[in-house]
């Protein structure tokens, strides 16, 4: 499964839930480098009435997010721990540390 990919099961999952998942009420920006990177805007906020997942940065990020792309897809796989990756230092966050935690559960909308 490819980077973009997963955005879009991502856009997928939030649009059968949209209520749970704009109870973050935040914007997640995703900065995925090497081969099939690219940067990705999560926008989860309440008032928002544009498009949920955009290919592109986002001016209104609350935080933001760099790993590999390897990582990224073997996050979204199952096949790494995201937790872990972020202790080993394969993730990078700026901005809204408490935000990033509430990841896991943006990221469970992917999945269904």
């Known amino acids: 499964m490819s980077v973009a990919d997963t955005f879009s099961k991502i856009a997928a999952g939030i ?3 949209a209520e749970k998942a704009t109870s973050v009420d935040s914007v997640f920006q995703f900065d995925i480098t090497g ?3 690219g940067t990705w805007a999560i926008d989860l906020r309440k008032a928002s009435s544009g498009p949920r997942v955009t290919d ?3 001016p209104d990020a609350n935080v933001t997010i760099t790993m ?5 897809t073997g996050i979204l796989g199952g096949s790494v721990n995201p937790m872990q990756a972020f202790m080993m230092g394969k993730i990078k966050v700026s901005g809204d ?4 935690m509430k990841l896991q559960n943006v990221l469970a909308l992917a999945a269904g």
């Open 35 to 37: 081969d099939g990177g």
């Open 15 to 17: 649009e059968k839930n």
């Open 68 to 72: 590999a792309a390897s990582d990224w």
């Open 97 to 100: 540390m408490g935000l990033a």
């Open 56 to 58: 592109a940065a986002s």
